[in-house]
């Protein structure tokens, strides 16, 4: 009999522990901080070109796409834990404790701005372009 199993990939996928929510791995916080980044550059364009009926027809299109995308997670999240004993852990100790990562293992500070670094340029970005927009009409 052959042996067909491949030694680089594991026969099974990893799965999820048991015991471990979907996005339990990370502190609400964390979270909270991408949700409140991308809310800030929703209202930024809002502000900035929520000014004809084209325009807000797009920026609504947009806002039901990153409500969806936002919520989605949430209801997960929500759902498992009615279903599941599993506790998140505290912010304090996900700050100071390591955490692995496809490219190595870093603290829980430098995930967290790792995070949070797209969504916040993309929040400063939108802010920005509202106001030289804002400035050159």
Do not use: C
């Not at 084209?54 to 299109?61: T, V, W």
């Not at 995070?115 to 050159?136: D, E, K, R, S």
């Amino acid at each position: 009999m052959t042996d067909h199993s491949n030694p680089v990939m594991p026969s099974h996928p990893a799965h999820p522990k048991p015991d471990e929510l979907p996005g339990g791995e990370l502190p609400r916080a964390v979270y909270r901080s991408v949700v409140a980044a991308f809310a800030w550059m929703i209202v930024a364009a809002w502000i900035a070109f929520g000014t004809g009926r084209e325009a807000d027809f797009a920026l609504a299109a947009a806002s039901v796409l990153i409500l969806i995308f936002l919520m989605l997670p949430f209801i997960i999240f929500v759902t498992a834990s009615h279903h599941m004993k599993a506790k998140q852990e505290g912010l304090d100790h996900f700050l100071h404790s390591e955490v692995e990562t496809a490219t190595g293992p870093l603290s829980g500070r430098q995930v967290w701005i790792e995070i949070a670094v797209i969504p916040g340029a993309l929040a400063l970005a939108a802010t920005l372009i509202g106001l030289v927009y804002a400035f050159t009409r």
